[in-house]
Nanobody, 125 residues
């Protein structure tokens, strides 16, 4: 069974930090590009960040640039998203995903094949 499992979400105050984890099961990440996406209540799903198979190949949405950092540990089959200086508008369910063939960023929503169940991030005072 090919899937992602996200974890690390929760309730945090504005300005706080969280680290999300995405563990791949049923396959190995290798050089696959992996993306983080989010969906806020009543909004469309949007891309947040992406990490490719090559060193330094990353993508960040303008809204999170300078605050979020994506990383990967292939030996643990895991992708991380460090989120700092969180804002209420970051509140969303966060998903990791891949299109199963790309090795570079960015990924495109229409091509994604494997998704996790998501982890809820709530930024509220």
């Amino acid at each position: 069974q090919v899937q992602f499992v996200e974890s690390g979400g929760g309730l945090v105050q504005p300005g706080g930090s969280l680290r999300l984890s995405c563990v791949a099961s049923g396959f190995t990440l290798d050089y696959d590009a992996i993306g983080w996406f989010r969906q806020a209540p009543g909004k469309e799903r949007e891309g947040v960040s992406c990490i490719g198979g090559s060193e330094g190949d990353t993508y960040y949405a303008d809204s999170v640039k300078g605050r979020f950092t994506i990383s990967r540990d292939n030996r643990k089959n895991t992708v991380y998203l460090q989120m700092n200086s969180l804002k209420p508008e970051d509140t969303a369910v966060y998903y990791c995903a891949t299109d199963s063939f790309s090795s570079s960023c960015p990924l495109h929503l229409r091509n994604l094949k494997v998704w996790g169940q998501g982890t809820l991030v709530t930024v509220d005072s």
